[in-house]
């Protein structure tokens, strides 16, 4: 019989085995944690300096809106009354008694004018005989002759 067929390492082969992988070292790089802290510190800083300032900007400008609001209802409130003081003295029977206070007297029986013919004012003239008499005293004074 024969012995089976082992294959050993040689003894040389053993030995780098068991020997640690060497590398070259180097020199770690440099960090800069100071500034890299400060330049941090910095950026808190101005987020928290630009919402403070941001928050009280917003604050002022809602006390502003909130004295416009005030300011715009004082105005209408005003408009109300100066429009129910207007509809008071446009009211006939106040004139009418303003007028009777002042010595004006009532008017009599209207009158109305015909004209017989156009004004130059409207357009064309209309050339129409003049009655020799007028039996109403403003037509002389009204006429287009004049």
């Known amino acids: 019989m024969s012995a089976p067929l082992t294959t050993r390492r040689p003894a040389r082969q053993r030995e780098d085995d068991r020997r640690p992988e060497l590398s070259v070292v180097v020199e770690p790089r440099r960090r800069h944690t100071l500034a890299y802290a400060l330049v941090m510190i910095l950026l808190l800083g101005g987020g928290v300096f630009g919402a403070v300032a941001l928050n009280a900007l917003a604050a002022a400008e809602a006390v502003q809106a909130r004295a416009l609001e005030r300011q715009v209802a004082d105005s209408e409130r005003a408009y109300g009354s100066l ?51 007028t039996p109403d005293p403003l037509k002389p004074v009204l006429s287009a002759e004049r």
Not at 95 to 104: K, Q, S, V, W, Y
């Open 83 to 133: 429009v129910a003081e207007v509809a008071t003295l446009e009211d006939p029977g106040r004139i009418r008694e303003a007028a009777l206070d002042l010595g004006l007297v009532p008017s009599g029986p209207s009158r109305h004018l015909h004209l017989e013919r156009n004004l130059p004012v409207d357009g064309a003239v209309v050339q129409a005989p003049l009655p020799e008499s």
